[in-house]
C-alpha cells in the first residue's frame, strides 16, 4: 500500500518538476532525507527515486526559459566544488577495496554535487521557506514515529533514524533533530496561522523528548549547549529561560531509570565499553591521518580489520566517532580545511545575513532565520563531535539555504526583484486592469 | 500509527510543492478548493495584503478584501467583493 501511495505521488509530481525544476529539488532532497522509498516494502523500495528525481530536475532546469541557469558563486559553493574535487583527487589513494570507495566517493560527491543545483535554484524567499519545510517533514516523520513511540512506551523505546542513511544510528538521529529544531523555531516565528505555531512548539517538544528517547549520551551534550545557544539568541531572556529549563525538565524526568543509568556512565567513562571504543577509533584515526596526512585513507576505510591492523593489529572495527578526525583521517588534511571552511563559510554567511537585517523591519524573516541557523551549526559541531556524520547531507542543505538568504536580502533591501519574481510563474501575474466605470451608460466617452 | 504518519508525510509533501508552484492571485489557481495554506509566512500576508491594497487603488475599491475573505472563486467572496465593488 505505502509502495503504490510513494508511486502515485512521485507520478504526480515528477512531471511537475520539468515545468518548476525547484520542485524536482525538493522531491530529490525529501528521497534523501526522509529515505520513503526504504520504508514503504514494496517494489516502490528498489526504484531509483533520487536518480529519477535528478534527471527530471535537469531536465527541467535546462529546458525551462525563465530559471536562472547560472549557476550560484558564493564563498559556500566554491568551497562545496573544491570539496568535491579534494574528494576525487584523493579516491584513487583510498585503502579501502577500490568498489567499496567508489561507490562511497559516488554518493558523497551526488550530494554535495546537488548542493550546486540547490543553491542555484534558491532565488526567493518563498523556496528558502519551502526548502525548510521540507528538511522539517523528512526527519519530522522520524520524530513524530519514533517520539511517539517513546510517548507511549515512558520513554523506553529507543528512537532510530531512517533506515540505511547516515542517521540511522540512535547517536546520529539525534544530532540530526538537534539541528533542525532551531530550524522549526524559524517557521514557527514566521508562521502566519496560531495553529501551526502551536503545531510547532509541541513539535520542538517533543523533538527533545525524541533526543533523550535515543538514549544517546553526546545528544544530551548537545540538548544542553542548544538550550544554552537558544537562550543566548533569545530576545526575551528571562521567559527563554524559564521555558527551556522547565522543558529540559520535564524532558528528563519523563525518562525511565534505564535512561538515567545511562547517561550515569559519562562520569565513568573509562570503564564504559561503548566510550572505550571510541576512545581506541580516536587513536586509531589520529595515527592514520598522521601516516597518510595529505590523501586521508577514505571513506569509512575504518569498517575492515586489515586497515585498523596497520595501527592496532587485532582491534575493533567502527566508523570514526567524530566528524574532526573523520575527515581528517579518511580524506586528509587539504580535504579537512577545506571541509572547514565550508562550516566557516556557512557561520559567516549566518553573521552576515544577521548584520544586513539588523534594523531593517521588512527582512525580519532573515534575522530569524541567521539566529537559528547559527544555533542549528552550533548543534552540529557539538554532537559531530561524537558521531560519524562528517558529510551528512541535511545539514550542508541547511548551510546551502541560509546562505542563500543572503542575495535575496541584499536584493530585497536594494529593492530589486528576485531571479524568480521576475522570471517565474511569478512574472505572469499581471496587474488588474482599472474597472471601466458603467455608470456612464453605453454611450458614455471611453 | 506509523502508517498514518506515512500518508500525513506524504500528503504535506505533495501540499508543500503545490504550495512551491502556486500563485494566489493567477486566476488558473481558482479551482484549488482550500484557501488554507500550513506554509504560509507573516511576511507574504503583509505583502499580499499590501498589494491587495493597491489593486484595490487601482481598481477603486474602498480596502483590500481581507485574506479570510479571499475564497477565490466561491460564492461567498463574490458576494462580498460584488457588495463592496457594487457590481
Not at chain 1, 18 to 27: A, D, E, K, N, S
Not at chain 1, 55 to 77: C, D, N, Q, Y
Not at chain 1, 335 to 353: N, Y
Request: aromatic share 12%.
Amino acid at each position: 500500500m505505502r509502495s503504490l501511495l510513494l508511486l502515485v505521488e512521485m507520478v504526480a509530481l515528477l512531471p511537475i518538476s520539468l515545468m518548476y525544476p525547484f520542485v524536482g529539488v525538493l522531491l530529490f532532497d525529501w528521497i534523501s532525507f526522509m529515505n520513503p522509498q526504504q520504508i514503504s516494502w514494496g517494489f516502490a523500495s528498489s526504484l531509483p527515486w533520487a536518480l529519477i528525481a535528478f534527471v527530471f530536475t535537469m531536465a527541467g532546469w535546462i529546458l525551462s526559459p525563465v530559471e536562472p541557469k547560472r549557476i550560484a558563486v558564493t564563498p559556500l559553493t566554491v568551497m562545496i566544488v573544491l570539496f568535491v574535487i579534494g574528494i576525487t583527487v584523493n579516491l584513487p589513494f583510498s585503502l579501502a577495496p577500490a568498489a567499496y570507495a567508489y561507490d562511497a566517493w559516488l554518493r558523497t560527491a551526488k550530494i554535495f554535487l546537488f548542493l550546486i543545483v540547490t543553491a542555484s535554484l534558491l532565488t526567493d524567499k518563498h523556496r528558502i521557506d519551502a526548502m525548510i519545510w521540507l528538511i522539517i517533514i523528512s526527519i519530522g516523520y522520524y520524530i513524530l514515529d519514533q517520539g511517539g513511540i517513546s510517548v507511549i512506551t515512558l520513554g523506553a523505546h529507543k528512537a532510530f533514524g531512517p533506515p540505511n542513511s547516515q542517521i540511522t544510528d540512535n547517536n546520529c538521529f539525534a544530532a540530526a533533530v538537534l539541528v533542525i529544531v532551531p530550524l522549526m523555531n524559524y517557521l514557527r516565528l514566521q508562521s502566519r496561522h496560531a495553529l501551526i505555531r502551536t503545531g510547532f512548539g509541541l513539535a520542538i517538544g517533543l523533538s527533545i523528548l525524541t533526543v533523550l528517547a535515543s538514549y544517546s549520551r553526546g545528544a544530551l551534550l548537545g540538548v544542553l549547549a542548544v538550550g544554552f545557544a537558544f537562550w543566548l539568541k533569545s530576545k526575551k531572556k528571562v521567559l527563554s529561560l524559564v521555558v527551556i529549563v522547565t522543558g529540559l525538565l520535564v524532558g528528563v524526568l519523563f525518562m525511565p531509570e534505564k535512561w538515567w543509568e545511562r547517561m550515569d556512565t559519562i562520569r565513568h567513562y573509562q570503564h564504559d565499553a561503548s566510550a572505550e571504543s571510541r576512545l581506541f577509533i580516536w587513536r586509531v584515526a589520529w595515527q592514520l591521518f598522521k601516516q597518510h596526512p595529505l590523501t586521508g585513507v577514505g571513506f569509512h576505510a575504518t569498517a575492515f580489520h586489515y586497515v585498523i591492523d596497520m595501527i592496532s593489529p587485532g582491534g575493533n572495527v567502527h566508523d570514526i566517532h567524530s566528524i574532526w578526525l573523520q575527515i581528517l583521517a579518511e580524506q586528509g588534511i587539504v580535504v579537512f580545511c577545506i571541509w572547514l571552511g565550508m562550516i566557516a563559510a556557512g557561520w559567516v554567511g549566518c553573521r552576515r545575513l544577521a548584520r544586513a537585517s539588523r534594523n531593517h523591519p521588512e527582512v525580519a524573516w532573515a534575522a530569524d532565520l541567521a539566529r537559528m541557523g547559527q544555533i542549528s551549526i552550533l548543534a552540529y559541531v557539538v554532537t559531530g563531535t561524537f558521531l560519524p556524520i562528517s558529510s551528512w547531507d541535511v545539514f550542508f542543505t541547511v548551510l546551502v539555504t541560509v546562505g542563500a538568504a543572503n542575495p535575496i536580502v541584499a536584493r530585497q533591501l536594494a529593492g530589486q526583484a528576485t531571479p524568480s519574481e521576475g522570471s517565474t510563474w511569478r512574472r505572469r501575474v499581471r496587474p488588474m486592469r482599472p474597472i471601466r466605470p458603467i455608470s456612464g451608460g453605453l454611450g458614455a466617452s471611453p | 500509527m506509523s502508517a498514518l504518519i506515512y500518508l500525513v508525510a506524504l500528503g504535506s509533501v505533495g501540499w508543500l510543492v503545490l504550495w512551491t508552484i502556486r500563485d494566489p492571485k493567477a486566476p488558473k489557481w481558482d479551482w484549488w478548493p482550500i484557501d488554507w495554506w500550513p506554509f504560509d509566512t507573516r511576511a507574504e500576508a503583509d505583502a499580499q495584503m499590501q498589494g491587495d491594497q493597491q489593486r484595490a487603488e487601482l481598481t477603486g475599491r474602498q480596502r483590500a478584501v481581507p485574506w479570510r475573505e479571499r475564497r477565490s472563486n466561491s460564492w461567498r467572496t463574490q458576494r462580498v467583493v460584488g457588495r463592496r465593488t457594487g457590481r
